[in-house]
């Protein structure tokens, strides 16, 4: 390995895919540095440069094809029995990739993490992650709200080519091995359908995501498996997620399933318009999802959270006191709302919902009372919608136990990244940028590693 020059600078420069490889109609700026040929050829040749990706999500796969393009001999291993399935479930309605705003306000989003996710989402940022997409054959496009989807509007294309090319580059799959451990001798442990086997690998980057959607593969269960080796994990939890309401039974049985659009939701400062979903159980919905960390922590202390809707937001409240003020004639309440207020039967039902609990009667309350009901509604969240049916994961490993390069500091030579760690943020790209970009410095990290080993002569 003397004189050699490690293929190290992944991700920060410019790697030009040639004609040919598979999903690419060009050169172009993506995932790696100009690789030394002949480092790439000591790695390939080298006995000792097994490397283990444990998860088949954007994360792993994106640490998998850090390495191998450095010629790093890699295998991917994930207890499903095909590659990227959440990735695949986030695709369904859109795959939304990352966010074109700029960057301080992109990194604000991941609050508290911000510090530990900035060098990595630095050094694959959102232009990074189009140029990425668009060299595998998915061109990108910015929507209306800032949010970049590829130009197909689906996962599936894009997780397809990117199978080819790590195909190509000689990464292999192990499907249906759910990691346990290690067993004795310090190898991997995996359970197959064929029963226990031991892997053994150089270096191994985890990628397992956290506990949300567990029949699609991440189901937490590695929290116990390395707390057991001392690691500070904190306690995972649903994010982006929904919250359950005492409804009645009526309301329940005649309004499960509907929209409410065009509203505005308000909790402690913050005041977000968008729209929601009502539950057999609650609420949920993008506009909920934006607000789940606070109502989360609010729900954690006492038990509850107040959740103010607001139907009509583009009404002044005079405007809306106006258009209440009409003559009713011989109309329902209900006909009336519905007419002259433009509310939906879901909003009408809502409110009628909200006086009732409350112990009030819409029929009696005044002009100025009703108008303030329906532009300030308060709905009682009393909990959460389970883990299971979160789109993501608060909680996860403490950065506090990785290094630099998202090595586990108290166990050498394995690396985390993606939802297995201490980080949550809305959705709108977020989620999907940092498990990308941690993945990438994951896979940075596991490659220094395998090549001061090597430099060593190990």
């Known amino acids: 390995m003397a004189g050699l020059v490690p293929a190290i600078h992944v991700f920060g420069a410019a790697w030009k895919f040639r004609r040919g490889c598979p999903g690419q109609a060009r050169a172009r700026r993506s995932i790696c540095g100009e690789a030394n040929p002949a480092y790439t050829r000591a790695m390939a040749l080298s006995p000792g440069n097994q490397v283990a990706i444990i998860g088949a ?8 094809e ?3 393009l450095a010629g790093a001999s890699v295998t991917v291993y994930d207890a499903m029995p095909s590659a990227g399935r959440k990735f695949l479930m986030a695709g369904r309605g859109g795959l939304n990739l990352t966010h074109s705003e700029a960057m301080p306000a992109f990194l ?17 940022p959102p232009n990074a992650l189009r140029e990425w997409s668009e060299a595998l054959g998915q061109p990108t496009f910015v929507g209306s709200s800032g949010r ?3 130009k197909a509007f689906k996962a599936s294309p894009l997780l397809r080519a990117w199978l080819r090319r790590l195909d190509s580059t000689g990464v292999q799959f192990r499907l249906r091995h759910r990691w346990t451990g290690w067993d ?13 086997r031991a892997v053994e690998a150089g270096e191994t980057v985890l990628a397992l995501g956290g506990a949300s959607w567990p029949r699609l593969g991440s189901d937490g269960a590695w929290v116990e498996t390395l707390a057991a080796r001392g690691v500070t994990i904190s306690q995972l939890r649903p994010a982006n997620c929904g919250f359950t309401v005492a409804w009645s039974d009526i309301f329940r049985d005649r309004f499960e399933g509907r929209p409410l659009k065009g509203i505005a939701l308000s909790f402690g400062s913050q005041t977000l318009r968008g729209e929601a979903m009502i539950t057999r159980s609650g609420i949920e919905g993008g506009a909920i999802y934006a607000l789940s960390a606070e109502l989360r922590e609010a729900i954690a202390g006492s038990g509850r959270a107040t959740l103010h809707v607001a139907l009509r937001p583009d009404l002044e409240m005079q405007d809306l006191m106006a258009q209440l003020s009409r003559p009713r004639g011989r109309q329902s309440l209900s006909n009336f709302l519905r007419k002259a207020v433009h509310l939906s039967p879901a909003a009408i039902g809502l409110l009628q919902e909200t006086a009732i609990t409350s112990g009030l009667s819409l029929s009696s309350l005044s002009t100025t009372n009703l108008a303030g009901l329906i532009n300030a509604m308060p709905i009682k969240l009393d909990g959460l919608a389970p883990i299971a049916r979160a789109i ?6 403490s950065f506090d136990e990785l290094d630099a390069d998202f090595m586990l500091s108290r166990l050498p030579g394995l690396f985390a990244a993606g939802e297995m760690l201490d980080w949550e943020a809305p959705t709108g790209g977020y989620l999907l940028q940092a498990s ?5 410095a994951a896979g940075r990290g596991a490659l220094k590693w395998l ?6 002569g190990e």
């Open 108 to 124: 604000a989003r991941y609050g508290d993490a911000r510090p530990q996710l900035a060098a990595a989402i630095g050094a694959f």
């Open 148 to 150: 970049v989807f590829p």
């Open 66 to 68: 850090v390495l191998a």
């Open 184 to 196: 004795d001798d310090g190898h991997l442990s995996f359970q197959t359908p064929d029963g226990k």
């Open 57 to 64: 999500g954007p994360a792993g796969l994106m640490a998998a």
């Open 451 to 456: 090549e001061r080993r090597m430099a060593n």
């Open 392 to 397: 993501s994961t608060a909680g996860g490993i």
């Open 436 to 440: 990308f970009a941690t993945g990438a």
